[in-house]
């Protein structure tokens, strides 16, 4: 019971069978029983019935034939080999004058007017005029052997019943479940960021069609929405490029004739416009690095422990400013199908965002390896690692954690690493280390024979 | 330096600041905004130098490069884009450009590449030897000396110097540095170069009045060969 304890404090289904199937199981066991009660009552006044009515005929004898009359009518009733009726008649010295006296127990040998039931029998003893008694018994053997086989049946049928209850309740809740699991594993997909996912729909048209449905709705709807919003981003993005590039040559041309006093804020103002270009450049390698996620166009065979070798020699300067030390283990040697200059752009945001949130003196450890058919590409710093609920918005454009405003970036080099990720058909898996933050890339290993 | 080029760009305020960088390095420059009209005058006219934009109305700045190149005329390309997107550059490149720089741009960034260009053209032998003021750079040997000191590098800071050493005198930005050092055609948008370039500068300045390696903010790094 124990171990049924968890189905139903998560299954709504699980409480809801035990409990019908517990409530039909109680009422069926008391109309069974009622049954019991009223078969066995009828039983037992039939037989009462049918002795007072032995005792009345065996009197009427007596009253007609006096004594050599019952004791006939005793002794042929004695020798009627099935009937479960038993007569016995006694002299005025207790001996007996008919019938069997030792199947009878001696305790309903005493005269009673009303029936009396002793170990396997039910009994009356009546004095005859002349001092005679005359006993009539039943048997009660094959009545209770009845009784007992009313009862087997009819604990036989609420076991049926029970067992259909339930499994009937299991078949329709499972049947049900299943349903419920589709819409739930639809919602998931959805909470790590698929907004393509949709709940299948039947042709049906039940309840949980129509939850399919509203819910295929809802998501069609939030997935025009982001795709609108990122559209806008994206467009906007382009857009600037021209008038950015004219701002930019405008102020590079007035710079050189303005006096020197003017040129030092032109300076400013172009480092200013830069920015803004690598932001937007930024935001459009995000969006068409996503747009192109499943073309193998572009896609070569590249050895993924050079490109993070070449990364680890780009930022060796860097990491040396920050006494921080990159090791690397690579234990792949795999290659895999990929753009080499987006994955050198993810690897070095990945090591770039490492160094910016490692302590002074800080180690960083990078490792490939290689992992059923996949290669697994792991840093992990010794930074703070990602606030609590900042987990899967890191990806986000333009997110940044409550910490980063301290650290330069636009938090736009996880969404890149994200739509590279994305456009490798590869897996990231980010997960607070204690202390830092690791995060892990999968893909999909190049067979040797193809590379 | 000097020679003709021919710039085929729609934007005409594109096209005029270009024209202006061109001309400040001695270059005579023409400007067609119509894409089929800049192939036909870049397949009769010897020019030294073609830019092409890569969206041109009519006809498409790749399809200009191809063409050209059918018709195997080896004029230098540089390709110019809106569209600063890695996989474009290496279209780009593939389609027979020979160096393709994305908009906007630094306007050190396209002089370097325009002089890179022109140099290849003129096909200098590589000299052995790199003398920048008091530096001596020995490529084979892969040694820096600076008068007559001994300045260790690793292989990246050889190459670094190496680059500004070509292209002593003028200002280098970080992108194209990052291209020709690191291979690398993305902005990190961190100070990746710049750290790497202070470390070879205090190798190279330590214990010398003159800093022969001056940076310019918004400008980039330059080799300075003193007076």
Known sequence: MRALAPIFAHSWFARIVAT????????????????????????????????????????????????????????RRAQAPDDHRIALLIGRQGETLAGASARLPAALLQADATPRRVGAFLGMTRPLLGGFTLTVAHDRAGDDALLRNLALTLGGVAAIALAFGLVGGLV???????????????????????????APERAQPDEFATLAHGLNRMLERMGGLVEALKAVSDRVAHEMRTPLAHLRSGLEDARRRAPPEVAHKLTELTAETEEMISVFAALLDVATTEAAAGDPRGLKSVALDDIVEDVIELYDAVADEREATVAFAPRAGARLLGDRHLLLRMVANLLDNAIKFSPQGGRIDISTEARGADVVLTIRDHGPGLPDGFGAQAFDRFARGPGAAKTPGHGLGLALVRAIATRHGMKIALANSAPGLAVEIRARRLEEATA | MGGTALIIEDDPRMADHVAGLLRGLDYAAVIEADGARGLRRAAAEPFDIVVVDRMLPSLDGLDIIRRLRQLEI??????????????????????????????????????????????????????????????????????????????????KEFELIRCLA???????????????????????????????????RRKLDEGFEREALVSARGEGYKLDPGA
């Open chain 2, 166 to 200: 070509e292209h002593a005198g003028h200002f280098l930005p970080r992108s194209f540095l990052l291209e020709r050092v690191w291979s690398l055609r993305f902005d990190p948008q961190t100070n990746v170069v710049d750290v790497h370039v202070s470390r070879l």
């Open chain 1, 172 to 198: 329709i809740g499972r049947t049900s479940l299943a349903r419920v699991a589709e819409i739930n594993a639809t919602l998931a997909r959805v909470g790590q960021g698929d907004l393509a996912a949709r």
């Open chain 2, 74 to 155: 080896a004029t230098p390309v540089l390709a110019l884009s809106a569209l600063g997107r890695t996989a474009d550059k290496v279209e780009g490149l593939e389609t027979g450009a020979d160096d393709y720089l994305p908009k906007p741009f630094a306007d050190e960034e396209f002089v370097a590449r325009v002089r890179s260009l022109a140099r290849r053209a003129r096909a200098e032998p590589h000299p052995e030897v790199l003398l920048v003021g008091d530096i001596e750079i020995r490529i084979k040997a892969r040694t820096v000396h600076r008068a007559g000191k001994h300045i260790p590098t690793s292989r």
């Open chain 1, 20 to 75: 019908f199937s517990g409530l039909f199981a109680a009422l069926m066991a008391l109309a069974l029983a009622g049954v019991y009660v009223v078969a066995a009552h009828v039983v037992q006044a039939q037989a009462q019935a049918s002795l007072e009515a032995d005792l009345a005929s065996f009197a009427e004898v007596y009253a007609q034939r006096l004594l050599p009359g019952l004791r006939e009518a005793v002794e």
